[in-house]
């Protein structure tokens, strides 16, 4: 059993361990504010096409920011800028608190401050992953911290909505902001008490952050073919086989209609992010692969496959809840343990197999990718769902992952064959016994 729970080995490092305590009280925080925004503009508006709206104005920063932040954090000591954007984020969280205490009914105001909220996450996120290899012990702990760092996103994904859908109605959207606001406190301290994390010097390193330091880090990314099928293989899982945007419509029309559509569509959005979690708790093992191509590859499979079986059960349930709900939790939980499994293994060749001095953009670009590729499933789904119906396009979908994967390893066999890169000996140390 200890070799098939998490590997915590990383947690021995003061640095990580004060960045991972931190995360667990903040991404509750965090993900109450996610809830309560979509909540108070349509609370405000009455209109989803003003919630439709939020993700507009969420995306376009994320995507400048995303990619200008990563270019910051590989041209900036790492410590300065994720002190900065922690500021910047604990000053927004204010902003929404302040807004809703004084009974704001403008929902331009609440979506400005989400766009800048937004532009801070953006700088912030690339600094905050690319510092990894800087503050392990080393380079074979970056599976094992990637999980563990997975594993509490995931778990704030289900207990943050579960915490605000509570409180909501009790205490209102002033004092889910507040919590948010006091919780970035401990990341605030964490990221204060690491060292100066200065950025490494060569031809990718020396540029000053711009657009010309973004287009050294695409150039980069289009040399290095092991990075590019990670960012290649997560947008053929996710554009093909995230079918959220389905979830209300499934909800209704396969697993019970209005008698238990609610509690369908509870266990729809929280299946993905349960499995993860679960993924996550029984990561143990992840720490002892070491071709790191290929579990990744045949994580996508199986995230595939486990769709493609969602969208069957989907077709057979006709409006039947029992058993076929619970089968379709099953399997998208288990979608969502391979997808914990192939995020922490890509995560991982990103950070190992790319060079220090660009490790910013990268992440960047990552941001961009893991924040643009569901919202382009979301078009792509909803768009295809009204043509060939819902659950025919989710078992496609699936089936395309799988396809698309195994293509683009065919493509890139150096990908598939990538193992994991290991901490240099010094010279002169002896051979370990």
Same mark, same amino acid.
């Given at each position: 059993?200890?070799?098939?729970?998490?590997?915590?080995?990383?947690?021995?490092?003061?640095?990580?361990?004060?960045?991972?305590?931190?995360?667990?009280?903040?991404?509750?925080?965090?993900?109450?504010?996610?809830?309560?925004?979509?909540?108070?503009?349509?609370?405000?508006?009455?209109?989803?096409?003003?919630?439709?709206?939020?993700?507009?104005?969420?995306?376009?920063?994320?995507?400048?920011?995303?990619?200008?932040?990563?270019?910051?954090?590989?041209?900036?000591?790492?410590?300065?800028?994720?002190?900065?954007?922690?500021?910047?984020?604990?000053?927004?969280?204010?902003?929404?608190?302040?807004?809703?205490?004084?009974?704001?009914?403008?929902?331009?105001?609440?979506?400005?401050?989400?766009?800048?909220?937004?532009?801070?996450?953006?700088?912030?996120?690339?600094?905050?992953?690319?510092?990894?290899?800087?503050?392990?012990?080393?380079?074979?702990?970056?599976?094992?911290?990637?999980?563990?760092?997975?594993?509490?996103?995931?778990?704030?994904?289900?207990?943050?909505?579960?915490?605000?859908?509570?409180?909501?109605?009790?205490?209102?959207?002033?004092?889910?902001?507040?919590?948010?606001?006091?919780?970035?406190?401990?990341?605030?301290?964490?990221?204060?008490?690491?060292?100066?994390?200065?950025?490494?010097?060569?031809?990718?390193?020396?540029?000053?952050?711009?657009?010309?330091?973004?287009?050294?880090?695409?150039?980069?990314?289009?040399?290095?073919?092991?990075?590019?099928?990670?960012?290649?293989?997560?947008?053929?899982?996710?554009?093909?086989?995230?079918?959220?945007?389905?979830?209300?419509?499934?909800?209704?029309?396969?697993?019970?209609?209005?008698?238990?559509?609610?509690?369908?569509?509870?266990?729809?959005?929280?299946?993905?992010?349960? @499995?993860?979690? *679960?993924?996550? $708790?029984?990561? =143990?093992?992840?720490?002892?692969?070491?071709? +790191? !191509?290929? #579990?990744?590859? &045949?994580?996508?499979?199986?995230?595939?496959?486990?769709?493609?079986?969602?969208?069957?059960?989907?077709?057979?349930?006709?409006?039947?809840?029992?058993?076929?709900?619970?089968?379709?939790?099953?399997?998208?939980?288990?979608?969502?343990?391979?997808?914990?499994?192939?995020?922490?293994?890509?995560?991982?060749?990103?950070?190992?197999?790319?060079?220090?001095?660009?490790?910013?953009?990268?992440? @960047?670009?990552? *941001?961009?990718? $893991?924040?643009? =590729?569901?919202?382009?499933?979301?078009?792509? +789904? !909803?768009? #295809?769902?009204? &043509?060939?119906?819902?659950?025919?396009?989710?078992?496609?979908?699936?089936?395309?992952?799988?396809?698309?994967?195994?293509?683009?390893?065919?493509?890139?066999?150096?990908?598939?064959?990538?193992?994991?890169?290991?901490?240099?000996?010094?010279?002169?140390?002896?051979?370990?016994?």
């Amino acid at each position: 059993m200890p070799r098939l729970l998490a590997d915590t080995e990383p947690l021995a490092n003061q640095h990580f361990r004060r960045l991972w305590f931190a995360n667990i009280v903040t991404v509750i925080g965090a993900q109450l504010t996610v809830v309560a925004v979509p909540a108070q503009i349509y609370a405000i508006t009455g209109s989803s096409g003003y919630v439709g709206l939020a993700g507009l104005f969420g995306l376009v920063p994320l995507v400048l920011f995303g990619l200008y932040g990563g270019a910051l954090a590989d041209h900036l000591d790492k410590r300065l800028l994720l002190v900065v954007s922690t500021i910047g984020l604990i000053t927004t969280s204010g902003l929404f608190f302040a807004q809703a205490a004084t009974g704001n009914t403008n929902v331009w105001i609440l979506l400005g401050i989400f766009a800048v909220q937004q532009a801070f996450f953006a700088v912030n996120q690339p600094a905050r992953t690319a510092l990894l290899p800087q503050i392990l012990d080393r380079l074979e702990q970056l599976p094992a911290a990637n999980s563990l760092n997975m594993t509490v996103f995931a778990g704030g994904a289900i207990a943050g909505p579960l915490v605000a859908g509570a409180l909501i109605p009790v205490v209102g959207y002033a004092w889910l902001y507040l919590i948010d606001t006091v919780t970035l406190t401990a990341t605030l301290y964490a990221v204060w008490r690491l060292p100066a994390l200065l950025p490494a010097s060569g031809p990718t390193g020396s540029r000053a952050p711009g657009f010309a330091a973004v287009v050294d880090g695409f150039r980069y990314l289009a040399g290095d073919r092991v990075v590019l099928m990670s960012f290649v293989v997560d947008i053929i899982a996710m554009v093909f086989g995230m079918p959220r945007a389905l979830f209300p419509a499934l909800a209704h029309l396969s697993f019970g209609g209005p008698a238990t559509g609610g509690l369908a569509f509870a266990l729809l959005y929280a299946a993905i992010p349960t @499995g993860s979690v *679960i993924g996550g $708790v029984f990561s =143990g093992w992840v720490s002892r692969v070491d071709r +790191h !191509g290929r #579990a990744t590859v &045949l994580a996508v499979i199986v995230w595939g496959g486990s769709v493609a079986l969602f969208g069957l059960v989907a077709g057979v349930a006709h409006g039947h809840a029992t058993p076929w709900l619970w089968f379709a939790f099953i399997a998208m939980a288990v979608a969502g343990a391979a997808d914990m499994i192939s995020s922490a293994f890509r995560q991982t060749i990103l950070l190992s197999a790319s060079a220090d001095a660009v490790r910013g953009r990268l992440q @960047g670009v990552f *941001i961009v990718v $893991v924040g643009g =590729g569901p919202r382009v499933a979301d078009v792509v +789904h !909803g768009g #295809a769902a009204d &043509l060939w119906g819902n659950a025919t396009v989710t078992t496609a979908g699936g089936l395309l992952v799988i396809g698309g994967v195994l293509v683009a390893s065919a493509l890139a066999p150096e990908f598939w064959g990538h193992r994991a890169v290991r901490t240099p000996v010094p010279a002169g140390s002896p051979p370990e016994s």
